[in-house]
């Protein structure tokens, strides 16, 4: 497709599980960023990779949050021991070089 | 630290009156300044950016901004509102030392355009 794909696009899971959001940035795009909005707030940055790396992570709330995006293409968010404050719309955005960032639609998780 | 601020949660305009959206920030240094829209069920859209020059900015849609470094705001404009314009309103900031897609928002403006 020409834009960001995230999937799923909802995903339930219960208090202490484990879970993968993905991130399909448009092709050609080396930047990746990924945001979390919870509920009547902005979105908040977690990580940004630059190819297969990440060049700032400062946004990752704690060591249950991970990503990683092994080919420079597909990014995965991963959550380990979920926990109900986890609740939020998981947003990706890529950006090619001299190109303004696009988001996804987001993937919109529920702990319960 | 920088900050973002959208001081209304919503704003109610007519249809084919003018629009206003609010926002200020705090950051050290000249940032980077930028307007997007999230249409429902839709990711973000950019809608325009200040980054140097004519402090007025013009951009998708009909709307434009205005830099103003002394009130350290960039409020969201258009002339005449459509229904279509309705959507929520997010304010960003990026300081010149970060990456370009590390953004600071605000927590977003609902604006609610009626026939």
């Known amino acids: 497709g020409a834009g960001v794909s995230q999937t799923p696009s909802n995903k339930v899971t219960e208090k202490g599980k484990y879970v993968e959001l993905r991130c399909d940035p448009i092709?050609?795009?080396?930047?990746l960023y990924w945001y979390r909005q919870s509920l009547g707030q902005g979105p908040e940055f977690l990580i940004y990779?630059?190819?297969?790396?990440?060049?700032?992570d400062s946004g990752l709330p704690n060591d249950r949050f991970f990503a990683v995006r092994p080919e420079g293409s597909v990014s995965t968010l991963k959550i380990q021991r979920t926990e109900r404050g986890d609740s939020a719309v998981y947003l990706c955005?890529?950006?090619?070089?001299?190109?303004?960032?696009?988001f996804g639609q987001g993937t919109r998780l529920t702990v319960v | 630290a920088q900050s973002v601020a959208q001081p209304e949660d919503q704003v109610n305009v007519a249809e084919g009156n003018p629009l206003t959206v609010k926002c200020t920030y705090s950051v050290s240094g000249n940032p980077y300044l930028f307007w997007y829209v999230q249409y429902p069920n839709r990711g973000l859209q950019f809608l325009l950016k200040?980054?140097?020059?004519?402090?007025l900015v013009k951009g998708s849609y009909g709307f434009e901004a205005e830099f103003n470094k002394s009130q350290t705001s960039f409020h969201l404009k258009k002339p005449s509102a459509l229904v279509s314009d309705s959507a929520l309103y997010f304010c960003a900031v990026r300081p010149l030392t970060d990456s370009w897609g590390k953004f600071q928002f605000g927590a977003g403006t609902q604006v609610v355009v009626t026939p």
């Open positions: 955005a890529s950006r090619g070089v001299n190109t303004e960032a696009f």
């Open positions: 990779f630059q190819g297969t790396g990440a060049a700032d």
């Open positions: 200040y980054i140097t020059g004519d402090n």
């Open positions: 092709s050609g795009h080396t930047a």
